[in-house]
């Protein structure tokens, strides 16, 4: 093992940290004063930009002719996304699921991974099917900012607590509205945001060169190096950023962080290069067989659990957590071909999953009973 690939990971670990904090920061000082909430922020400006190592990764993997990384690397992204990074964003403090996000982005993020399982049933992610992701994403981006400008029209009778009071980034009141942003305070905070983005990208650049370096010498697949050590590293700014955000009450930028570069890799990191390429981008049928269908059950496995309480409570963050831990095991025993691969599997299909789908149930008829029983508990009253 080299050792400067070990310090490559120390300091892209640090940089990803800085770089979070900073973007927290500068993104929803930026919402409050321009008048876009910070889920929306999250769902665009943020998603975009911690999903930049992504893009980086798989334009370069298609560039060097590595399919099978490029393709693994947005597949594990979004599977880490979900499970692992709202799992521990969860877990450090339960999450706040707006009915908006319920009622379209969540739809739209199962409604693209459903449509990447489609188009690559022939083995091949085409530049028609290319530009057709990435024209979803353009919509919705469209669609987003438009929907939350005119939301942000409140009337002049609107509650002083709506107005965006106790900015984290600026300490004074500003004395303006949300539609007459301070001159010097949104300069500070687009640069916050710019110094954010810059911090995540070179961290997550050094800590996957490292950590593929040292994968690669153990002689694993392009395919699993993309969906472990790749995605994970390119998925550290969105953990560092979601988690920041949890830390700094910023919920709903947590969430809608993920759900959108959910989004934003499957229509853009992925949609893009296939667009541009004239061949457009092979993937294996081991991908198409598993891991594209896993990514769609994480996806799916987030609707019920928004809607029933529209939060995501520490219980479920850690059930997420374990699944993703179950996944990386059974992708290491399978690519390493290990004796234990047998009995997990079994373990997996015929204990670990059923009983898990039970509880899943069963909590959410828990949940839904509780919802009806609110609901008529006020209409009595």
Same mark, same amino acid.
């Given at each position: 093992?080299d050792?400067m690939?070990v310090?490559?990971i120390?300091?892209g670990?640090?940089?990803?940290?800085a770089?979070?904090?900073?973007l927290?920061?500068?993104?929803?000082a930026?919402a409050r004063r321009v008048g876009?909430?910070?889920?929306?922020?999250g769902l665009t400006v943020?998603?975009?930009?911690?999903?930049?190592?992504e893009?980086?990764?798989t334009?370069g993997a298609v560039?060097?002719?590595?399919p099978?990384?490029?393709?693994?690397?947005?597949?594990?992204s979004n599977i880490?996304n979900?499970?692992?990074?709202?799992?521990?964003?969860a877990?450090?403090l339960p999450l706040a699921v707006?009915?908006?996000?319920?009622?379209?982005?969540?739809?739209?993020m199962v409604v693209?991974?459903i449509?990447l399982l489609?188009v690559?049933?022939?083995?091949?992610i085409?530049?028609?099917d290319?530009?057709?992701?990435?024209?979803? @994403?353009v919509?919705h981006t469209v669609?987003?900012?438009?929907?939350?400008?005119?939301?942000?029209r409140v009337?002049?009778a609107?509650?002083?607590?709506d107005?965006g009071?106790g900015?984290?980034?600026g300490?004074? %009141?500003?004395?303006g509205? %949300?539609? %007459?942003?301070?001159p010097?305070?949104v300069?500070?905070?687009v640069?916050?945001?710019?110094?954010?983005i810059?911090s995540l990208?070179?961290g997550a650049?050094?800590?996957?060169?490292?950590a593929v370096?040292?994968?690669t010498?153990?002689? @694993?697949?392009?395919?699993?190096?993309?969906l472990?050590? @790749?995605?994970v590293?390119?998925?550290l700014?969105?953990l560092a950023?979601?988690?920041?955000?949890?830390?700094?009450?910023?919920?709903?930028?947590?969430v809608?962080?993920?759900v959108g570069?959910n989004?934003?890799n499957?229509?853009v990191?992925?949609g893009l290069p296939?667009l541009?390429?004239? %061949?457009?981008i092979?993937?294996s049928?081991a991908?198409v067989a598993?891991?594209l269908?896993?990514?769609?059950a994480a996806?799916?496995?987030?609707?019920?659990?928004?809607?029933?309480?529209?939060a995501?409570?520490?219980?479920?963050?850690?059930l997420?957590?374990?699944?993703?831990l179950?996944?990386t095991?059974?992708?290491?025993?399978?690519?390493?071909?290990?004796?234990?691969?047998e009995g997990?599997t079994?373990?997996m299909a015929?204990?670990?999953?059923?009983?898990?789908?039970?509880?899943?149930v069963?909590?959410?008829a828990y949940?839904i009973?509780?919802?009806?029983g609110r609901?008529?508990?006020?209409?009595?009253l």
């Amino acid at each position: 093992m080299d050792l400067m690939d070990v310090g490559r990971i120390v300091v892209g670990l640090v940089l990803l940290v800085a770089g979070g904090e900073l973007l927290v920061r500068g993104a929803s000082a930026l919402a409050r004063r321009v008048g876009i909430s910070s889920l929306v922020v999250g769902l665009t400006v943020v998603s975009a930009a911690t999903s930049a190592p992504e893009l980086a990764v798989t334009v370069g993997a298609v560039l060097r002719d590595e399919p099978g990384l490029a393709v693994g690397n947005v597949v594990g992204s979004n599977i880490v996304n979900v499970l692992l990074i709202l799992g521990l964003s969860a877990l450090v403090l339960p999450l706040a699921v707006k009915q908006r996000l319920v009622r379209f982005d969540l739809p739209l993020m199962v409604v693209l991974s459903i449509g990447l399982l489609l188009v690559s049933l022939d083995g091949r992610i085409s530049a028609v099917d290319g530009s057709i992701l990435l024209s979803a @994403v353009v919509v919705h981006t469209v669609l987003t900012v438009v929907v939350s400008r005119r939301g942000a029209r409140v009337p002049a009778a609107a509650p002083p607590g709506d107005r965006g009071a106790g900015d984290a980034a600026g300490g004074a %009141e500003d004395a303006g509205t %949300e539609d %007459e942003p301070s001159p010097v305070l949104v300069p500070r905070s687009v640069l916050l945001v710019a110094l954010g983005i810059a911090s995540l990208v070179v961290g997550a650049t050094l800590l996957v060169e490292g950590a593929v370096n040292i994968a690669t010498t153990l002689g @694993v697949s392009s395919l699993v190096v993309g969906l472990t050590v @790749v995605a994970v590293g390119t998925s550290l700014p969105e953990l560092a950023t979601s988690v920041i955000a949890v830390r700094r009450g910023e919920r709903d930028l947590a969430v809608g962080n993920v759900v959108g570069s959910n989004i934003f890799n499957i229509g853009v990191v992925l949609g893009l290069p296939a667009l541009i390429s004239r %061949e457009g981008i092979p993937v294996s049928s081991a991908a198409v067989a598993f891991d594209l269908p896993v990514m769609l059950a994480a996806a799916v496995a987030l609707l019920p659990i928004a809607f029933t309480g529209f939060a995501v409570a520490r219980w479920e963050g850690a059930l997420f957590v374990g699944l993703y831990l179950a996944y990386t095991a059974y992708v290491v025993l399978a690519a390493t071909a290990h004796d234990a691969l047998e009995g997990f599997t079994a373990a997996m299909a015929w204990f670990v999953l059923p009983l898990l789908a039970v509880t899943l149930v069963a909590f959410t008829a828990y949940e839904i009973g509780l919802r009806r029983g609110r609901r008529g508990h006020g209409r009595s009253l």
